[in-house]
C-alpha cells in the first residue's frame, strides 16, 4: 500500500464523499451513501 499525506487523504476522502452525494443527491438511507462511497474509494485507490 502506499503512503499518503494526511491532507492528499482527506482531499481524497471528502472528494468522493461529494461526488456520491452529487450523484444520489439527498434523501437516500446512510447505506447507500456508504457503499458509494466505499465503491468510489476503493476504484481510486
Do not use: F, W
Not at 11 to 38: A, D, F, R
Amino acid at each position: 500500500m502506499r503512503e499518503i499525506a494526511i491532507n492528499d487523504l482527506s482531499g481524497l476522502i471528502i472528494g468522493c464523499g461529494i461526488e456520491v452525494h452529487t450523484e444520489l443527491g439527498p434523501g437516500l438511507l446512510e447505506s447507500s451513501y456508504k457503499e458509494s462511497l466505499y465503491y468510489e474509494l476503493v476504484k481510486k485507490a
